[in-house]
């Protein structure tokens, strides 16, 4: 029998299915490298020149306006912007993201858990400018009523982020602390550890590098995501001043602005150069979640 | 049934088992189980895989509580009626500490690892009360020499040998009545399931052990009575010497010899 195995001999034209199928998958590999390099040049071409002419105006002031008389490219508004909307987005959805991974972890019956994670997947597939909708027709009058002057403000924007971002933290924290080791659970239980001891004191550490991750990916889409972020954060250039001030992020400028700007033009130049800042910043979050990973596997 | 009970030596037993049964489900893991474990001594449960030892032991301290398990029986435990619905889980479980099969020393320091009984049971312990009974607790498993200068290190950076002992020392701050080990050697080598029964016979007096294991030859070396189970039901105990050499009922005798299990 193992004879008859060894002496089977593939007929002559799976040789070349076999190697047009290698052919294939090496195709697709390398052109989505290829693909990658491209933007990279795309991007790059469009905005480098733009970058080093004009850099030290870009990040000393705060003056946005490409279509003034002169132009003037200051971008710190903008940053300032971005950085508003984020980190008080993060300060939303971080505990609140963390509190529900670990109430699916380690709190919810099995079958309430499954349902929920179906739920919170489902607000993961809901598009950006839907969330856009919700922030002009429930959170605008809503921040109205608690005395904002503008609903369209900074702080609609990062509750908007906020909500996008937390099918990420609360799948992917879900994710680490379930890949905790059972039997750390029962160290800490047999050791007379109530629950809530266990979690705290041994889940989260434990899971922290996972959770991590989690928190990095989700600045990754906060500081990329556009038009959501477009229809609700007011669109007026500023360092924010107080909660309800309006701002406008890199990408609600790139995207509100491309259309107008005359190709190959200056300012047209100078959004791309606003690309490559937002393509530094993600690439430099990511690259940080990445090493966070490879760390653990280590471990 | 032919448990003969052997008659604990004086005092109150640290665990008292009387008729005791349990079920998953439908299936019978315990059946009218009926022992007495003596202060201070080390008992070990021996039996084929499924015989209900490790289910046993885990009832001691509560640590199989899932909903589809079943108890009948009374068992009392370091003083606390474990069949009560009343009784404290936490407190129970701080007076008898449980070392598992595979060591499982948290992902912490390994300070913090000795430490978390008292963060838990005892928080307002004075720091330097506690780092003295982390020192006494680290020397008495003969750790304290290896790990003295990296108390913050990784307690997962040691060597298997040393996290059992690590999970050993980390029960020992509580100043438990019971300890038990669910097969504590399992997952070591030679050398260190030498070490680990060195440490259970210079504590054999100051704690009661109970030992679960799979390895005869080590219930033969470490303890001072041995049960022999089968089949959820507690066939035999007695003298170790005297179980392995005269064993009473014909299925321990068997099971010894090596003909089934």
């Given at each position: 029998m193992a004879d008859t195995i060894a002496r089977r001999r593939p007929p002559a034209h799976v040789k070349y299915v076999e190697w047009a199928i290698e052919g294939l998958v090496r195709l697709c590999g390398v052109s989505a490298i290829v693909f990658i390099l491209a933007i990279f040049v795309f991007i790059g071409k469009e905005g480098l020149v733009f970058l080093a002419e004009h850099v030290g105006g870009m990040l000393t002031s705060t003056d946005w306006g490409p279509t003034n008389e002169p132009a003037m490219y200051g971008i710190l508004a903008l940053v300032a912007g971005t950085l508003w909307c984020v980190g008080l987005s993060l300060i939303l959805s971080v505990p609140m993201g963390l509190a529900a991974a670990v109430y699916l972890a380690e709190f919810a019956p099995e079958g309430r858990r499954e349902f929920l994670k179906i739920v919170v997947e489902l607000l993961a597939a809901i598009p950006s400018v839907v969330w856009g909708f919700i922030g002009v027709m429930i959170l605008n009058p809503l921040l109205q009523w608690m005395g904002a002057p503008v609903g369209l403000n900074g702080l609609n924007g990062a509750i908007v982020l906020a909500l996008m971002t937390l099918p990420l933290l609360v799948s992917l924290g879900e994710d680490s602390l379930r890949a905790v080791p059972e039997s750390y659970r029962q160290a800490a239980i047999a050791m007379g550890a109530t629950k809530w001891e266990m979690v705290w004191r041994v889940l989260l550490p434990a899971a922290r590098r996972g959770l991590l991750v989690a928190v990095l990916l989700g600045v990754g889409r906060c500081v990329g995501e556009t038009m959501a972020v477009l229809m609700v954060t007011g669109h007026s250039v500023r360092i924010?001043?107080?909660?309800y001030s309006p701002v406008r992020t890199l990408t609600a400028t790139i995207a509100a602005e491309l259309g107008e700007a005359?190709?190959?033009g200056e300012h047209y130049q100078a959004l791309f150069a606003l690309g490559i800042l937002l393509f530094f910043v993600t690439f430099l979050v990511n690259l940080a979640a990445d090493t966070v990973v490879r760390e653990r596997k280590l471990q | 049934m032919s448990q003969d009970l052997v008659a604990a030596p004086s005092g109150a037993a640290p665990a008292r088992v009387r008729g005791l049964s349990l079920w998953y489900g439908t299936f019978r893991?315990?059946?009218?189980v009926t022992l007495d474990v003596a202060p201070g001594e080390i008992l070990s449960m021996i039996g084929p895989s499924g015989c209900g030892k490790s289910t046993l032991l885990r009832c001691f301290n509560r640590m199989n509580e899932q909903s589809y398990v079943r108890m009948e029986g009374d068992l009392e435990v370091a003083g606390y009626d474990v069949m009560s619905r009343s009784t404290d889980s936490l407190a129970l479980r701080r007076d008898v500490g449980m070392v598992f099969q595979r060591p499982n020393p948290l992902p912490i320091s390994i300070r913090e690892n000795v430490l978390f009984g008292l963060r838990l049971h005892?928080?307002?312990?004075?720091r330097s009360v506690a780092e003295g009974m982390m020192e006494s607790a680290l020397q008495q498993v003969a750790l304290w020499e290896l790990v003295k200068d990296k108390l913050d290190r990784d307690a997962e950076s040691l060597s298997l040998e040393a996290r059992q002992k690590l999970c050993i020392a980390r029960l020992l701050p509580l100043k438990p009545k019971v300890l038990l080990f669910d097969e504590p050697c399992s997952a070591l080598d030679p050398d260190g399931t030498a070490a680990v029964e060195e440490l259970m016979d210079e504590m054999r007096g100051t704690f009661t052990q109970v030992v679960v294991t799979h390895n005869m030859q080590q219930a033969r070396r470490v303890s001072d009575r041995c049960v022999f189970m089968l089949m959820g039901e507690l066939v035999e105990v007695a003298p170790t010497a005297e179980l392995f050499t005269h064993p009473k009922d014909e299925r321990t005798a068997k099971y010894i010899e090596g003909r089934y299990g």
């Open positions: 924010p001043d107080g909660l005359v190709r190959g | 893991a315990l059946d009218r005892a928080p307002k312990t004075p």
